[in-house]
């Protein structure tokens, strides 16, 4: 009950086109849901997170879905560009602890220039 | 931001043996965690690093083989002890900012047990 399920495990995305990557969940007492992006040797940083009071969230070419009902809550990247290529992963979390992260299993996701 | 700094940032070490990860902070932090990536893997939680207390460990982790100080609220240390192959895995300290939601990382620290 404490998974987050991510797919796909890789993702190539030609320069320009947009990415998206799929999480899924169970316990429904998460109530935050952040998405952290690693580059090689690099330790994970937030991009972009939602609570699910909102269905939606926007932050320059990223943007969160989030659906309660179905427990699953996707990432988009649109306008894709080279830099971006990096491993993405979502994650969840209670609200009084958002430090203490459950996270999926990562996307590796590369973009051709 | 928080500026996190972790030592060693990697090592090669014998089985058998323990070593000693180091987690500085550039300010004070109440919440600070330890997690393990393992290679090509996902981040797993170990333990909460609670100052003034012993930290409190998430299920399939225990203090003997991962013993954790936080002697200030600034710094910790994560010790993997009597280290086996299976432990070769990147070690991140991460921590929550007071009245804040973001979790930083530390850039890790990638340990080879050979």
């Known amino acids: 009950q404490q998974q987050v399920k991510q797919s796909p495990q890789s993702l190539i995305v030609q320069k320009g086109g947009i990415s998206i990557i799929n999480c899924a969940y169970e316990?429904?007492?998460?109530?935050?849901f952040p998405w952290y992006q690693q580059f090689p040797g690099k330790g994970p940083a937030l991009l972009i997170a939602?609570?699910?009071?909102?269905s939606e969230k926007k932050e320059g070419r990223f943007t969160i879905s989030f659906n309660k009902s179905a427990k699953q809550f996707s990432l988009h990247i649109m306008d894709s560009q080279p830099g971006d290529s990096a491993t993405y992963f979502c994650?969840?979390?209670?609200?009084?602890?958002?430090?203490?992260?459950?996270f999926g299993q990562g996307t590796t996701l590369q973009v051709k220039p | 931001s928080a500026v996190i700094s972790q030592k060693p940032s990697r090592d090669i070490c014998q089985r058998g043996t323990s070593l000693t990860i180091q987690c500085q902070v550039d300010?004070?932090?109440?919440?600070m965690f330890w997690y393990r990536q393992q290679p090509g893997q996902s981040l797993t939680l170990i333990a909460t690093?609670?100052?003034?207390?012993?930290?409190?460990?998430e299920s399939g982790f225990v203090i003997d083989k991962f013993p954790i100080s936080r002697p200030n609220l600034t710094f910790s240390t994560l010790t993997v002890s009597n280290m086996s192959p299976e432990d070769s895995s990147i070690y991140l300290c991460?921590?929550?900012?007071?009245?804040?939601?973001?979790?930083?990382f530390g850039q890790g620290t990638r340990l080879t047990v050979v």
């Open positions: 939602i609570r699910p009071d909102v």
């Open positions: 316990n429904t007492a998460f109530d935050y």
């Open positions: 300010s004070q932090v109440t919440m």
């Open positions: 994650a969840a979390s209670i609200e009084s602890n958002t430090g203490k992260l459950i």
């Open positions: 690093a609670n100052q003034g207390s012993e930290a409190t460990y």
């Open positions: 991460s921590v929550l900012r007071d009245r804040g939601t973001e979790a930083f």
